[in-house]
């Protein structure tokens, strides 16, 4: 079957920096996407991969390495703000979205 | 303000009776999707339409219908509600350029009681 495996929740410190790690296994791979959750709001878009290595956009940067089924959301310079669930998402060979559960991330001051 | 309504915004209904969501987008958008989200689960598709006139079924299709009569409109309709379907909707459509990224609504709370 196909699987997304995220940790479920993780905690760090205001102004740290924190990996959130994603394996996937997948009928295919048409890209990896990651999207932000705030409590009781709508998912938004992060960041986007479909080739090996980093993309950086600000304080988030997203790594994949397609031979691992792994890829990270690397956020930096941590704010209350980036308190939220992170959802890694894979299109599978069908063009299909595969979702994991998602990781809360809690941040303390 | 461009994106996708949602509404209601949340609901409680009784088991048996029959509910429609509605979900309309102003992005011109081809491809639109239904997805419910539970607890400790990741979201999971339950119908969705490519362009105006055709739908799909999704991964938890059972229990619910949709139609597409045109390219803004994707209305999710349970025929008779049960307890199981108590969950958070959420309505999307994508982006067709750049990542093919969702943009979702703000989500249709439903409890069946």
């Known amino acids: 079957g196909q699987n997304i495996d995220q940790p479920t929740e993780m905690t760090a410190t205001e102004g740290a920096i924190v990996q959130i790690n994603c394996t996937y296994q997948?009928?295919?791979?048409?890209?990896l996407f990651w999207y932000q959750q705030h409590a009781g709001e709508a998912p938004t878009f992060l960041s986007y991969n479909v080739l090996d290595g980093l993309e950086e956009k600000g304080r988030f940067s997203s790594f994949l390495s397609r031979s691992k089924g792994y890829s990270y959301l690397l956020l930096k310079e941590l704010q209350m703000k980036d308190s939220a669930s992170y959802l890694c998402?894979?299109?599978?060979?069908?063009?299909?979205?595969?979702w994991g559960a998602g990781t809360k991330l809690i941040i303390k001051p | 303000i461009a994106g996708i309504t949602q509404a209601p915004t949340s609901q409680i209904l009784a088991a048996g009776r029959r509910m429609t969501l509605r979900c309309t987008q102003d992005m011109r958008h081809n491809a639109m999707y239904w997805y419910r989200q539970d607890l400790g689960l990741g979201l999971r598709l339950i119908h969705y339409s490519n362009t105006a006139g055709t739908t799909g079924k999704g991964e938890v299709p059972d229990g619910y219908s949709v139609s597409r009569a045109n390219t803004d409109d994707f209305p999710l309709t349970l025929a008779s509600a049960v307890p199981s379907q108590t969950s958070v909707y959420f309505c999307a459509s994508k982006n067709e350029g750049s990542a093919g990224e969702l943009f979702f609504g703000e989500g249709s709370r439903l409890t069946v009681l």
């Open positions: 997948t009928s295919g791979f048409n890209g």
């Open positions: 998402a894979v299109t599978d060979s069908n063009y299909q979205l595969i």
